[in-house]
């Protein structure tokens, strides 16, 4: 079993930063690939962010490319999910997830992901 921590949500004003944490415990970090998603009230999860085990590879969601940048350090078992030129429309609990590395789905389907966090809030106000 893997458990997801998620950690750094807040509020902040639109045009802000976040930077959001997730700790995985239980198996070997660096076993699995992981990725971000959000869902606000009364929507479908969506995906965010993803990157490879190995962090050769991400993957971007088109509402946020070239304002949220994900990362890992395999050596500290932390993802994080650097959140910048944030939009009231960002405002959404955001969840972690984790698929094993040598899962061959799609980093952007949901189905892909064995693992999820409890979420952390994040409130993007105008």
């Known amino acids: 079993q893997v458990q997801l921590v998620e950690s750094g949500g807040g509020l902040v004003q639109a045009g802000g930063s976040l930077r959001l944490s997730c700790a995985p415990s239980?198996?070997?970090?660096?076993?699995?690939?992981m990725g971000w998603f959000r869902q606000a009230p009364g929507k479908e999860r969506i995906f965010v962010a993803a990157?490879?085990?190995?962090?050769?590879?991400?993957y971007y969601g088109d509402s946020v490319k070239g304002r949220f940048t994900i990362s890992r350090d395999n050596a500290k078992n932390t993802m994080y999910l650097q959140m910048n030129s944030l939009k009231p429309e960002d405002t959404a609990v955001y969840i972690c997830?984790?698929?094993?590395?040598?899962?061959?789905?799609?980093?952007?389907?949901?189905?892909?992901?064995?693992?999820w966090g409890q979420g952390t809030q994040v409130t993007v106000s105008s």
């Open positions: 997830a984790a698929m094993p590395k040598y899962y061959s789905g799609s980093y952007y389907d949901r189905t892909s992901y064995n693992y």
């Open positions: 239980g198996r070997t970090f660096s076993s699995y690939a």
């Open positions: 990157i490879s085990w190995r962090a050769e590879r991400t």
